[in-house]
């Protein structure tokens, strides 16, 4: 993957985190993973499989085209 939409991602990922009010402990359970998966999400050194991707767009109440630039 391009390094700059690998950037993108991890950014808007940690903004929607951050965003949410929610606690790193709250969007790991609701998500199944656990609190240290997603510090890794935050800091960059990891990013979601699909599923999971899927997963924190629900809980996160946020567009995937949002967090994965696409605009139209």
């Known amino acids: 993957m391009d390094k700059n939409l690998d950037l993108i991602i991890y950014e808007n990922i940690k903004k929607e985190i951050e965003q949410s009010g929610?606690?790193?402990?709250?969007?790991?359970?609701?998500v199944g993973v656990?609190?240290?998966t997603i510090s890794?999400?935050?800091?960059?050194?990891?990013q979601p499989t699909l599923a999971t991707f899927a997963k924190l767009c629900e809980v996160l109440d946020c567009s995937a085209d949002?967090?994965?630039?696409?605009?139209?």
């Not at 929610?22 to 609701?30: D, F, H, W, Y």
């Not at 949002?66 to 139209?72: M, Q, R």
Request: aromatic share 4%; no cysteine; charged share 35%.
């Open 40 to 46: 890794q999400y935050l800091s960059g050194r990891a």
């Open 34 to 36: 656990s609190r240290a």
């Open 22 to 30: 929610l606690k790193k402990s709250e969007i790991a359970k609701a």
């Open 66 to 72: 949002d967090i994965l630039n696409l605009k139209k």
